[in-house]
């Protein structure tokens, strides 16, 4: 009897808490669907904002494209080594503990790097002591600023039923989405008097130390048993999705006897193609996206005033996010795209507005191109994402989700640098690059990805 009455008492304490298969009606409350919503949102909306604003800083530095980008890199190195290892971790510890790592690593490294870039401005650092220092300073996003992302999505996972996970994971997702138009929006509001181009990262790192507070006081700790253990849902983005609770020992397969969960490899069969598209796509992403605010800068002769080249930054990525949200709000639940289809008309779309980019010359040109890019990717990346979580069991999404946001961080390492690289060497060569890496995924997705019909049907049987 005292047991029973135990498990009434946690019930009514946790209106979240789930079943032993998962399958239950448990859902978030809006508070704390919310605050999830603001973790990821701020740290989306931080990065764009700072992304729009550093072609003007390196202009106004005298450091050329190149180094600009390639200041990203060991941050984008530490974020693909890091963020399976805080995923693994957040099964042990619980995922609020690295949701508030996360956003520590986010607010560290934003404040430092404005620092950074300020010292530089206003002359008291040399143009490469200031970048040094500044890649030093971002480094801190990715070792720390990774925790965040896996740990969000494996609270919502674990502590919702899967008639209601589909829906939280959607508006979670949708949360990086309105965070890049947010981002490069606000940002020349935030370019004030007496910090000029380094405003923004401090009206950011101001925001999230706000959200940090908010995450202390307000999201209860969890201290979850191993990778959200229950149902799987099949893409938290589309609407042919399998919202059957799917028999519980397809998951349960995945564990062993003492309970455990056995790590999951980057090789794994079940994920490799999807790693591959990941990776080929996302190399075309941040190549095309690394160079976009150079090439504004260039088409529209701001290069002697790079101060005013902040809103014309802002506005291309502001298209390209709102198009991202289209996608990702509007045509995937509409047409019901599965994760290959999505694949495969996202990177396609995306090379369509790459070559428009390549001969666009005047900012209504370039907007276009970018939104019709962004649309693409928009598509892609929930795409991917989705199937790399339908290829393995439930009690594997923690660990799922810490590979892809690896693989989105290792996207970044070289991508951005020798995609501006190429850009300053010959813009035909370096659009041509983009283009071979679309071509690419085209191919491997018709030949290697699991049918849509097919990868939703695995998961029922």
């Known amino acids: 009897m005292s047991d029973r009455l135990s498990d009434k008492t946690m019930n009514r304490a946790d209106p979240t808490r789930l079943d032993s298969t998962g399958a239950g009606t448990a859902s978030l409350p809006s508070g704390r669907l919310v605050l999830l919503f603001t973790v990821s949102l701020v740290t989306a909306a931080g990065n764009t904002a700072m992304q729009s604003v550093m072609p003007s800083i390196g202009t106004a530095l005298k450091v050329h494209d190149f180094w600009i980008s390639l200041a990203y890199t060991w941050s984008a190195l530490l974020w693909m080594i890091c963020a399976p290892m805080w995923a693994r971790r957040s099964d042990r510890r619980g995922r609020k503990a690295m949701m508030a790592i996360g956003l520590t690593g986010f607010i560290f490294s934003f404040g430092l790097c404005g620092l950074a870039l300020w010292l530089g401005l206003n002359g008291i650092l040399s143009a490469i002591g200031t970048l040094i220092l500044f890649a030093v300073c971002r480094s801190l996003y990715g070792g720390f600023g990774s925790a965040a992302p896996p740990a969000v999505q494996a609270y919502v996972a674990s502590r919702t039923s899967r008639v209601e996970r589909t829906k939280s994971l959607s508006l979670i997702s949708s949360s990086f989405g309105l965070g890049t138009v ?67 020992d397809s998951d349960e397969g995945a564990v062993t006897e003492s309970g455990a969960v056995p790590k999951l490899s980057w090789f794994d069969q079940r994920l490799r193609p999807w790693m591959i598209a990941g990776l080929l796509g996302g190399h075309a992403q941040a190549a095309v996206m690394g160079l976009v605010g150079f090439l504004v800068l260039d088409r ?11 809103g014309p930054v802002g506005l291309v990525m502001t298209s390209g996010a709102l198009a991202t949200l289209l996608a990702q709000w509007g045509l995937i639940p509409v047409l019901h795209l599965g994760p290959r289809a999505s694949c495969l008309w996202g990177i396609s779309l995306a090379a369509v507005g790459a070559a428009i980019l390549s001969v666009a010359g005047n900012l209504h040109a370039i907007t276009i191109a970018v939104a019709l890019i962004s649309l693409g990717f928009g598509l892609f990346r929930p795409g991917f994402t989705a199937g790399a979580s339908l290829a393995v069991s439930r009690a594997e999404q923690s660990q799922s989700a810490g590979i892809v946001a690896s693989v989105n961080g290792a996207a970044y390492i070289v991508a951005p640098a020798i995609g501006v690289w190429l850009y300053g060497h010959s813009p035909w060569i370096g659009f041509g690059v983009i283009e071979l890496l679309c071509l690419a995924v085209v191919v491997l997705g018709l030949k290697g990805l699991t049918r849509d019909d097919d990868l939703i049907g695995q998961r029922r049987t």
């Open 182 to 248: 947010i981002g490069p929006t606000l940002a020349p509001f935030f370019i004030l008097p007496g910090v000029g181009l380094v405003g923004p990262f401090l009206a950011f790192t101001l925001i999230a130390v706000a959200v940090l507070i908010a995450l202390r006081l307000r999201l209860p700790d969890d201290t979850p048993a191993y990778a959200a253990k229950g149902d799987v849902i099949a893409a938290p983005f589309s609407a042919s999705s399998d919202s059957r609770p799917m028999p519980s």
């Open 300 to 310: 529209l002769g701001l290069r002697a005033n790079p101060s005013e080249g902040a």
